[in-house]
């Protein structure tokens, strides 16, 4: 049998990490704690974490600070616990390294779907030729995407953008990291790309606008593609 | 750049149609000569209006006791006139209130151009339609030609009679319709000779020549022109408001020189009408150079005020070279035209005369010239500018000095006569003509030159006393002398006026420079009103006042004037009324002259801040040209103040609105981090145990309900918090003030707490015989609460909290001490306000500050104190509350 996933749990109020403890305990993974900025960075050194549940509202040290310094040496991954108020911190987080967000306050069969996302990427990351996800079969060498078995015309730059949400699929894309990736630096603040981009591909992978079921929109912050 | 300026359309233009829709329209029957039919005509459009269902209402109309008038006057509502007494005379007039109070859709006003009886609000009664039209009343008017002011000086030299009434060519721009009442002049006659028009009988040889074949032919162009002009004028506004890109010529200036003469009220009018035809922009200028004399400057205040008045920039510049100025400044004005006169001189210092237009021909080559020829019968010299008579050319001290110096050099030449020479002698009158013009100026020096050559004649020539002369040498030396103390004279005056030039111009500067700092050291309005009316008084030697304009767009009264009885309501109107209408009022101008006051608003960029009030009694001179001057660069300086003033307070406001913002912004995070904290807990065990229930051991089980309850009763604590602390701040919190134990306090506040201070050791070190105080058992409860729940939210588990107890004579000191981060003394005044939270620079720890806020409201309520004390380690915070009154056993 496998080891249990080592989990670091990242929070200065005591009876969150009790119930995450209890919680994470419960769903086979091996919790471990930190109530500071400066414990979360020495457990990621010393403890080898599978992954980190951090808070950004730490009593010493932000918790985008953490993100930074544990960035500087490993792409373990990151998942931030934060309130809904502060939009922008999120995308501050998420900029500086973090994988994914979970707002709080959250339900745990949600934070243990957002867990086991980022676990598969992390381990899948040597580089798989083709993705599935939610219905969707991208082919990267083949440059061929098919939904239900079906071929979807895409045009080079829809396809990089579906690429870019498929290789992170289930975890939330910031704005920025999207249009980096496709457009390149200049073009990291032009949010109406997106916008036009994102539309276009959801009409051909017969997504609805309103209630979109692959790419779902994170207001604020970026884009999801659901698994 | 033209192009571009013409295509959009002109913000003045479409301002010019926007007022004309809220305001009242006008509508002006013009006619060239009385008798063509203007009334009636009026008379006939309103009766149609009447029958449209227009509410029109006569307010004055003059039928001159014509039938035809008089029939289509009757039925037409009539505003009954108001009745005037005035010389023993009894006057009707418009009565202005009665038709303001009735508000008709359309007024009936004849005879623009009229003057009102003295005592009435306004001088003229344009000013009344102007006041009519801004009420939003519509008024239909009648005006002849000759009575506009720019065609005035034209009409007197066509006929030769002199019209004093006159309107300001404003008003016909300002009318949203003119229609123009033409009667062929035979016509007229004709009807002149039935004695169809009205002529009053003094009148009637002057009118006789009046009504000549040729005048009428005369005025009749007028007329035509003025209206043709007008239709002008309403296609260019419309052109331009609804950006039409015409045929437009690349907007230029129009240029005017003005000097110091009469004429010069020729070629303003003339200038005028030059740059309407052409709609150009004009700027009358006038140039000042080192030897302009002082004496004519109220003939060219008069001037400029005119140019003014006609709708001219003005500016006066100074130089010594009046034509190279003149070319200088129209070349950097974007100059097309240049008017000049002809009669206008260069004075170039040790050069010949030469006119000023002849020079203009000659070097301002690429400037269109208009050389305007001097009124034929000098008729611009008809109305002489009061000032230009106060000073006479000869006055009793120029005589008083020239007989004092004389008589002085008579008697001293007399002492010295048995020791000198009579040449020499001669020397000491010369003297005394230089002595003479130097302290009476250029016609005292003369006076002086003439008596004394004469004494000097009289005593020391042979033969003595006598005017003959007999040596031919004395002869020389008389003519001589008379020369020389001619010249020397007339270079000790020059010197003393251009020396009183200098000092006026100085002192001037020196006013203004005063002024201004007088207005720059107030530190708020009321000090800068008061500063300004101050420095106002003595400026110009007479009381003033500065009112402020108020939101209702009125002065505020000035209370103590108004106590003493030196401020009526008659002033109180004119005040008012120079605000309102952004114009001069009070006495001396044309609106409520009754007022003993002279009031100049207070404006800057269209926007009036108040008025300065001048008193003018009865018995004091009033304002003079100079002074007029001074008030209103005063004035602009004042504006500039309030409006500083303005611009501070607005300032000031959006930075209590930010900090009001901040406070809010603060609160809200606070109150949301708070507030879902708990419920993070709550929500994830609940979720857990619904869940993952089969796989959590039944003690984990109990652990995370236990966890929710305890954060439950957390949120219930907080909310408890925010509804005190609402409370509080309304003043809703009602004491129930006993002596309470301390220890039972502690001890029900720890109970609370049971979840947050489970990882530290709680020491209570209360002595049992500490004396209870008087305070309100659950308020206590509730701030002990807070403080213990700080100490183990911010202290680290395993460490001590100690709370400790004494009594003084009539208060008892509690003190919650924690072994935590502490709190850096320089901030300890300030984690009592709301929302702070101590090391809030690291943005990580949202969160509340409420606790000690609530605290400090609750121990202040109780009538005691709260403060963070000196502690070697961790933070100690300090309650101080009143003893409870011993209780004496039975």
């Known amino acids: ?227 | 750049m033209a192009e571009s300026d013409t295509v959009r359309p002109s913000p003045e233009a479409l301002l010019a149609e926007a007022q004309r829709h809220e305001r009242g329209r006008l509508k002006i029957f013009l006619g060239a000569a009385p008798g063509v039919g203007k009334t009636y005509e009026m008379l006939s459009v309103a009766r149609r209006k009447l029958a449209e269902g227009v509410d029109v209402a006569v307010g004055i109309v003059e039928t001159h006791g014509r039938q035809e008038t008089e029939a289509l006057l009757h039925g037409l509502p009539r505003i009954p006139r108001r009745r005037l007494t005035h010389r023993e005379r009894e006057l009707e007039e418009l009565d202005l209130d009665a038709l303001l109070e009735h508000k008709p859709r359309l007024a009936l006003v004849d005879e623009l151009a009229h003057t009102n009886v003295p005592g009435s609000r306004h001088a003229k009664r344009y000013q009344d339609v102007q006041e009519l039209l801004d009420a939003g009343i519509d008024v239909y008017t009648t005006l002849n030609v000759q009575h506009l002011e720019s065609f005035n000086d034209i009409v007197g030299r066509i006929t030769g009679v002199e019209v004093r009434e006159t309107v300001p060519d404003a008003i016909i721009e300002q009318a949203h319709d003119v229609e123009l009442i033409d009667l062929p002049p035979d016509d007229l006659i004709e009807r002149l000779r039935q004695g169809k028009v009205y002529v009053p009988d003094a009148a009637r040889r002057a009118l006789d020549h009046y009504f000549s074949r040729g005048n009428l032919l005369a005025l009749r162009e007028l007329a035509l022109r003025a209206a043709s002009e007008r239709v002008d004028d309403d296609m260019s506004v419309f052109m331009r408001a609804h950006a039409i890109a015409g045929p437009w010529p690349a907007r230029g200036r129009l240029i005017v020189c003005v000097d110091a003469t009469a004429a010069s009220e020729h070629v303003i009018r003339t200038a005028k009408r030059l740059a309407d035809q052409r709609h150009l922009p004009w700027t009358a200028i006038y140039v000042q150079t080192l030897g302009s004399a002082t004496s004519a400057r109220a003939r060219l205040d008069a001037n400029l005020a005119l140019a003014s008045q006609l709708g001219a920039d003005t500016a006066i510049l100074t130089g010594d070279r009046v034509g190279e100025v003149i070319v200088e400044y129209s070349r950097t004005h974007n100059a097309a035209q240049i008017v000049v006169g002809r009669s206008m001189d260069v004075r170039h210092r040790f050069w010949p005369r030469r006119r000023l237009a002849q020079w203009l021909l000659d070097h301002a080559t690429d400037f269109e010239i208009t050389i305007v020829a001097a009124p034929i019968n000098g008729s611009g010299d008809g109305r002489p500018v009061q000032s230009d008579r106060a000073r006479k050319w000869l006055t009793s001290r120029d005589v008083a000095l020239a007989i004092g110096f004389s008589a002085g050099a008579a008697v001293i030449g007399k002492l010295l006569e048995p020791y000198t020479d009579s040449a020499s002698l001669a020397l000491i009158f010369l003297l005394a003509a230089t002595f003479a013009g130097a302290t009476g100026g250029l016609v005292a020096s003369v006076l002086c030159s003439v008596i004394a050559f004469t004494a000097y004649n009289y005593l020391f020539t042979e033969p003595r006393y006598s005017l003959s002369v007999d040596n031919p040498q004395d002869v020389t030396t008389l003519v001589v002398f008379l020369a020389v103390s001619f010249v020397v004279g007339q270079l000790a005056a020059r010197l003393r006026r251009q020396a009183h030039d200098a000092w006026l111009s100085t002192r001037r500067v020196e006013t203004l420079f005063d002024f201004s700092r007088r207005l720059a050291t107030a530190v708020d309005d009321r000090d800068l009103l008061t500063a300004a009316a101050t420095g106002l008084s003595e400026l110009l030697g007479k009381r003033c006042v500065v009112l402020r304009a108020n939101a209702q767009h009125r002065a505020d009264p000035p209370v103590e004037l108004e106590r003493a009885g030196e401020f009526r309501d008659t002033d109180q109107a004119a005040a008012d009324w120079a605000i309102g209408h952004r114009e001069t009022a009070g006495r001396g101008t044309g609106t409520l002259p009754a007022a003993a006051w002279y009031f100049v608003p207070i404006q800057q960029s269209g926007e009036v801040f108040g008025v300065i009030g001048v008193h003018l009694p009865a018995t004091s001179d009033g304002v003079d040209a100079e002074q007029n001057r001074l008030l209103f660069t005063l004035q602009t300086q004042l504006a500039a103040a309030c409006e500083r003033f303005r611009l501070r307070e607005a300032a000031q406001s959006a930075q209590i609105q930010k900090a009001a913002e901040s406070l809010r912004a603060a609160l809200l995070a606070s109150v949301s981090h708070d507030l879902r904290t708990p419920l993070v807990s709550i929500t994830g065990a609940l979720t857990a145990l619904r869940e993952l229930s089969h796989r959590i051991p039944e003690e984990d089980q109990d652990r995370l309900l236990g966890s929710a309850i305890g954060e439950a009763q957390r949120l219930n604590r907080l909310i408890q918090n925010l509804l005190d602390m609402t409370r509080l701040s309304h003043g809703a919190l009602a004491l129930r003030a006993s002596a309470v134990d301390v220890r039972d306090a502690v001890s029900q506040a720890i109970s609370q707490l049971d979840g947050v201070l489970a990882g530290h050791q709680v020491d209570v070190l209360i002595p049992a015989t500490l004396p209870p105080v008087h305070a309100d058992a659950t308020l206590l409860g509730q701030v002990l609460a807070n403080l213990l729940e700080n100490a183990g939210k911010f202290a680290p588990s395993g460490t001590t909290v100690r709370v400790d107890a004494h009594a003084t004579a009539d208060a008892i000191y509690v003190t919650v001490a924690d072994r935590g981060p502490g709190i850096p003394a320089a901030e300890r005044g300030r984690v009592f306000d709301l929302f702070y939270r101590a090391g809030q620079r690291d943005n990580g720890t949202a969160g509340a500050g409420m606790g000690l806020a609530i605290s400090k409201g609750f121990v202040e309520a109780m009538g005691g104190k709260i403060g963070i004390a000196d502690s070697a380690e961790g933070t100690a915070v300090e309650i101080q509350l009143p003893r409870a009154p011993a209780v004496i056993p039975a």
Not at chain 1, 30 to 43: C, L, N, V
Not at chain 1, 176 to 197: A, I, M, N, P, T
Request: charged content about 30%; overall charge negative.
């Open chain 1, 1 to 227: 049998m496998q080891a249990r996933p080592r989990l670091l749990i990242v929070d200065d109020e005591e009876q969150i990490r009790l119930f995450l403890r209890i919680t994470l305990n419960a769903a086979g993974y091996d919790p471990i704690e930190a109530s500071t900025g400066r414990e979360a960075i020495e457990a990621c050194t010393g403890k080898k974490p599978d992954l980190v549940l951090l808070d950004l509202g730490l009593p010493d040290i932000s918790g985008i600070d953490v993100i930074r310094a544990v960035r500087v040496w490993t792409q373990l991954p990151i998942i931030v616990l934060s309130v809904r108020s502060d939009e922008s911190d999120k995308v501050a987080a998420l900029d500086a390294g973090a994988n994914d967000y979970v707002q709080k306050p959250f339900g745990t069969a949600e934070l243990l779907a957002r867990i086991r996302a980022s676990l598969r990427a992390h381990s899948g990351e040597t580089a798989d030729p083709v993705i599935e996800a939610g219905g969707l079969r991208i082919d990267i060498p083949a440059h061929e995407v098919r939904r239900d078995g079906q071929l979807v015309k895409l045009s080079p730059k829809e396809f990089d953008l579906l690429l870019v949400l498929a290789r992170a699929a289930g975890r939330v894309c910031t704005h920025r990291h999207l249009l980096e990736s496709v457009w390149g630096k200049l073009h990291r603040d032009d949010v109406q790309y997106l916008r036009v981009y994102v539309g276009q591909l959801r009409e051909k992978l017969g997504d609805n606008e309103g209630v979109p079921k692959h790419i779902v929109n994170e207001p604020g912050i970026g884009y999801r593609l659901v698994v």
